[in-house]
């Protein structure tokens, strides 16, 4: 998997964290796997497709889900509310946002999916055909997860160019 690809959405769920949370989010565990997802908490996908296809699982263990749902409502949150699982879409949808800016601004032409809350069963199916890289961000409410599956389809140089018809 390309460095490029993955590096906008590191530092987005970085920076979106920082702000949801008041404080800054750290990496501490980084891995590769290429078996089905275990899901942590709730978790959301959006997907690509184009020049850059895959999905992006944003998985939030359940302290951490209630404390940017609590900040973005403006009160507590308990973390079985119907509101945390719609938080988690709503900052999958800001961190994708930032990296498709970024994957955009380089170049790279895709199509972006809307989020989709994933249960249990579909986590252990997402990454039965694909390698993953999943990062593990520590914060005081809890671990959030990023699970990128992507790869860029490069096409031959000859699929480009257009043949002369005679």
């Known amino acids: 998997m390309r460095m490029d690809l993955i590096q906008p959405f590191i530092g987005s769920l970085d920076a979106v964290l920082a702000e949801m949370m008041k404080v800054p989010a750290k990496i501490v565990d980084l ?18 497709k184009g020049q850059i296809e ?52 380089a170049g790279f032409h895709f199509k972006v999916l809307p989020p989709e809350v994933l249960t249990q069963e579909q986590c252990e199916k997402a990454g039965q055909d694909s390698e993953a890289t999943i990062l593990c961000f520590e914060t005081p409410g809890g671990n959030v997860h990023l699970n990128i599956a992507m790869q860029y389809l490069q096409r031959r140089t000859g699929e480009r160019t257009p043949l002369p018809v005679y």
Do not use: H, K, W
């Open 31 to 48: 891995t590769m796997e290429e078996e089905g997802y275990r899901r942590r908490g709730t978790a959301a996908a959006v997907s690509f």
């Open 54 to 105: 895959g999905r992006v699982i944003l998985d939030m263990e359940p302290g951490a889900a209630a404390q940017v749902a609590s900040f973005l409502a403006g009160s507590e949150v308990d973390p079985s509310a119907t509101i945390v699982t719609e938080t988690v879409c709503e900052l999958a949808n800001m961190v994708i946002g930032n990296a498709v800016t970024q994957l955009n601004d």
